[in-house]
């Protein structure tokens, strides 16, 4: 019996307040109120008892400084949501749970009536403590949103979103609420950036973990781009509109869509750019498109002002130039690249068009052909040397070489021993050491 009078005084508590918070039209200021020594000592009393943690004893007169002057302290309302949370940690009753949560809502309302702040945390608190409301939950975090973007604390973008899966999911909104959904997440990280344009990485880091999430789950690129196609064939986009699409077709990782490079192309006529260029080559080389590549790929070189970016484009340069059969060119942009970032990549590639070189430089057999892989082997020895990313790539090609060089009897035949230097011609022109394989 003690137990159900006790919850019974705790219901009527929690009721109390609510007839204070949720009816309570008392003028926001002035500030204490039309008795401001009776709010005051309210104050004063409920404040140490707060301190102590004696919530049962601050209770009243919290209810009566609410009451007497709502606009007098801030902290008030937000004492009164930490009191009504340890109460509702404590209760087993349903009935009392649900006038605990209402009485925490009503206390975050006060607040933002009096003070005008207060709609992201009472956004959240809506979503950890009524998660079964789902459209309230989305409706609160969309006012919250509106009313702070500039101020919304990263903290509600992952919930958000949750709660936005949670609707798709349960056929309360389309794919497309979805996609604009995390257009607004989006829109709302970048206007919190930095003026320089950098992103605060807690946003950053909040948008990564939305972004994995629905591209793991909901947001695949076959889904994603009808919708963005139809927005971007019936509108007369700006550049800006065409800079977005782009963004986010990025941030979705759908970078192999036919619209992500359609958009591409149209920004880098606006605004040249270095990885503009960078993923029209990379589209262009992967298609065979070799000589569209190559324009690319200068492009994006001649806007490259870091040297392993210079460095990268020589090398897929020199890789276009290797396709289309230019030897001699794709060697001198591989020696510029790997001038510019000392690896093993150029070299790799040098020597693969040193051991390509049988049937260029010779009839493609015997030992014309065979001396030429002592070159294409010094390519690999040298890039062993200077990155080690490479020695797995390097050692293999190394042991096809040595399958195909000449025998110690055919280098005694022609009066060469192990280790001699001997001058590879044609193309190549490198001085290089004699190997034989053991018969």
């Known amino acids: 019996m003690e137990r159900i009078v006790l919850a019974l005084l705790l219901v009527i508590g929690a009721f109390g307040l609510q ?10 200021s002035p500030e204490w109120g039309a008795t401001p020594p009776k709010a005051q000592e309210a104050a004063t009393l409920y404040t140490e008892l707060y301190r102590q943690q004696n919530y049962t004893a601050a209770l009243p007169y919290l209810k009566t400084l609410l009451q007497l002057a709502p606009g007098a302290r801030q902290n008030a309302y937000l004492h009164g949501i930490t009191i009504y949370k340890d109460m509702l940690a404590k209760a087993t009753s349903p009935q009392l749970k649900a006038a605990y949560i209402d009485t925490i809502m009503m206390l975050h309302d006060g607040r933002i009536r009096c003070f005008g702040q207060g709609y992201g945390i009472k956004a959240y608190d809506l979503y ?5 409301d789902i459209m309230g939950n989305i409706n609160a975090f969309d006012l919250a949103f509106a009313k702070e973007t500039k101020e919304t604390d990263d ?18 909104m389309d794919t497309a609420a979805l996609i604009n959904r995390y257009i607004k997440v989006v829109n709302i990280v970048e206007s919190n950036a930095y003026p320089n344009g950098g992103i605060p990485r807690k946003y950053e880091e909040a948008l990564s973990k939305i972004t994995l999430r629905l591209t793991s789950q909901l947001l695949t690129c076959p889904a994603i781009t009808p919708f963005l196609r139809a927005t971007h064939d019936s509108l007369p986009l700006q550049i800006a509109d065409v800079e977005k699409l782009f963004k986010l077709l990025y941030r979705l990782g759908c970078k192999a869509e036919p619209l992500f490079i359609e958009l591409a192309g149209k920004l880098v006529v606006e605004k040249p750019n270095e990885e503009l260029y960078g993923i029209l080559y990379t589209r262009a080389y992967e298609d065979g498109k070799y000589d569209e590549a190559l324009k690319y790929a200068t492009k994006a ?27 001699v060119n794709a060697r001198a942009s591989a020696l510029f690249s790997a001038q510019l970032q000392p690896r093993g990549a150029p070299y790799v590639l040098i020597g693969d068009m040193y051991a390509a070189s049988g049937k260029l430089c010779s009839n493609g057999i ?6 030429i892989l002592w070159a294409a082997m010094d390519m690999y020895e ?13 050692n293999k090609k190394l042991n096809e070489c040595k399958q195909l060089i000449p025998t110690s009897g055919e280098c005694y035949f022609r009066n060469f021993k192990e280790g001699d230097k001997f001058e590879v011609g044609c193309w190549i022109n490198e001085t290089t050491t004699v190997r034989c394989v053991v018969e």
């Open 128 to 132: 950890t403590l009524t998660p079964a």
């Open 19 to 28: 007839s204070v918070v949720g009816q309570n039209e008392t003028p926001c």
């Open 155 to 172: 903290l509600l973008l992952l919930p958000y979103m949750i709660t936005v899966e949670k609707a798709f999911i349960k056929g309360y």
């Open 366 to 371: 015997g030992w014309e052909s065979q001396v």
């Open 301 to 327: 070189l001649e806007l490259a002002t870091e040297n392993p970016n210079k460095a990268k484009y020589h090398l897929e340069i020199a890789k276009i130039q290797q396709g289309k059969g230019d030897f």
């Open 382 to 394: 040298k890039a062993k040397s200077l990155d080690p990313s490479v020695v797995g790539v390097a």
